[in-house]
């Protein structure tokens, strides 16, 4: 359990870690197509607490999410959602490929890397790309529109490292498309990772019925508990 210490140090804000701050970003709160950009703050509470201490927890504060209109949220710069990228940041370095733009989070904390020369992103949907694209102006990025799963790229293309991150939840169904993912870039790259693979191979698909929605934590829906998110700006 957690002691009493460490309850009031999280409520304090003082087991923020700096590790988590790469990835908080600053997209203006707006809307394009389906998509919305909102801020959340997610509170310290005793569900909070529990998901913490056994799953995907996030550290008390106010965070941005992005949420479609009937997809519901597919993303958030959370520290649930940094807990599961830091690995890649960790070994970024080089030529990087980002699946997927989001928020452009692990984006950010990637481009916050010196050692990385530049970056390519492929996105899908072009209101993402229109939303959020702008927001990351550098001469060390590309963001191409495509999918991930057949973008052509030049004969010879080879990244360090590649962050295959294109799933609005947490499922078993996610890993077909992720080894398909790891077979098409296997002698592209020298690293590949996908986005919260351990929960998904965790997580049986109920029936297609997405097992856990992006940036809820895992322990806590599988036990009905759910995590307090208030919205603070923006529309619900
Ligand atoms: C969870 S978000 C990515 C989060 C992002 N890594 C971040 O740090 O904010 C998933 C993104 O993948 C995109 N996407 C979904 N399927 C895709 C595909 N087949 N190819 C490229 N992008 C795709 C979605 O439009 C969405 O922007």
């Not at 809307?31 to 997610?42: A, F, L, M, N, S």
């Not at 950010?108 to 390519?120: G, I, M, N, P």
């Not at 790309?129 to 790229?153: F, M, P, Q, S």
């Not at 929605?213 to 919205?231: C, D, F, M, Y």
Request: net charge positive; hydrophobic share 35%; aromatic share 8%.
């Amino acid at each position: 359990m957690l002691s009493l210490d460490c309850y009031e140090k999280l409520r304090d804000g003082k087991y923020n870690a700096p590790q988590y701050k790469s990835f908080l970003v600053t997209i203006p709160l707006r809307r394009q197509g389906p998509w919305e950009v909102h801020k959340i703050e997610v509170e310290l509470d005793l569900s909070n607490l529990r998901m913490m201490r056994d799953g995907r927890g996030c550290y008390p504060g106010t965070y941005t999410q992005l949420v479609h209109k009937t997809r519901g949220t597919v993303m958030s710069d959370t520290t649930a959602e940094a807990d599961d990228a830091i690995p890649f940041v960790r070994q970024a370095k080089g030529r990087v490929l980002i699946h997927g733009l989001g928020l452009g989070a692990v984006l950010q904390a990637v481009l916050a890397k010196t050692e990385v020369a530049h970056v390519d992103v492929v996105e899908i949907d072009a209101d993402i790309i229109a939303l959020v694209g702008d927001h990351y102006n550098c001469e060390r990025l590309t963001i191409h529109h495509g999918d991930a799963l057949t973008y052509k790229w030049p004969r010879g293309t080879r990244w360090n490292i590649v962050w295959h991150d294109i799933w609005d939840n947490i499922c078993t169904d996610n890993l077909p498309t992720m080894k398909r993912l790891r077979r098409m870039f296997a002698r592209r790259c020298d690293v590949q990772m996908c986005w919260a693979e351990g929960w998904c191979r965790r997580s049986p698909c109920c029936n297609g019925t997405p097992c856990f929605s992006r940036s809820k934590h895992v322990i806590g829906e599988a036990t009905g508990s759910k995590l307090k998110l208030r919205v603070v700006a923006g529309r619900k």
